[in-house]
């Protein structure tokens, strides 16, 4: 969070820092005096802007970027980092803890690179972004379908937010979740 913080106010010291000089140059194309949105009267009347170019942002420092000492390299890091444990699912293979990794993918999960997809893909509607990882809430009207024993732990980050939540299909509304969440969660139908 201190990270994204940080970048966050960087960032637009960057753009400003190219953009002031050319806005404030008093050079041969200049045609005149340019009215100055300056106080001359009040508590501010003293106060006069610092005309020049802005420092350049400097790389962040190790506690910011992990330690790493990179700097604004954080689009080298991967924004979505997943633990998935799956277990009862009878499906050979599929049960098991897996680690899912994406941009770039990597990871022990079997499917690597599909389930980056999905994710992808989920994240590129605001409805996605809402309702992917959300738990059905209680009180919520589901047919009464059991579709096995198999449950689902994922845990980790996801597109930089924070993920913490199981699946199972012991109803139809927790059927449908899992089935949303293929190829993350193992297809068991």
């Known amino acids: 969070m201190l990270r994204r ?30 009215p100055a949105a300056v106080p001359t009267s009040g508590p501010f009347a ?29 689009a080298d890091e991967a924004r979505t980092r997943l633990t998935v444990s799956v277990e009862n699912t009878g499906v050979p293979g599929a049960d098991g803890t897996f680690e899912l990794e994406c941009g770039p993918t990597g990871g022990t999960h079997p499917e690597g690179q599909a389930a980056c997809d999905r994710l992808a893909e989920a994240g590129a509607t605001r409805s996605g972004r809402q309702e992917l990882f959300r738990e059905i809430p209680e009180g919520t009207m589901c047919t009464m379908i059991h579709g096995g024993d ?40």
């Open 150 to 189: 198999a449950t689902a732990r994922i845990v980790g980050t996801w597109e930089g937010r924070a993920v913490d939540t199981t699946a199972s299909r012991r109803d139809g509304c927790e059927i449908a979740r899992w089935n949303s969440l293929v190829p993350v969660l193992p297809d068991v139908r």
């Open 46 to 74: 003293a106060a006069r802007p610092a005309l020049g170019p802005l420092p350049m942002p400097l790389p962040l420092p190790g506690f910011l970027d992990g330690g790493e000492g990179t700097g604004a390299g954080e």
């Open 5 to 34: 913080l940080a970048l966050t106010a960087v960032v637009p010291l960057a753009v400003l820092a190219t953009a002031v000089p050319a806005a404030t140059a008093s050079g041969p194309a200049s045609t005149g005096p340019v």
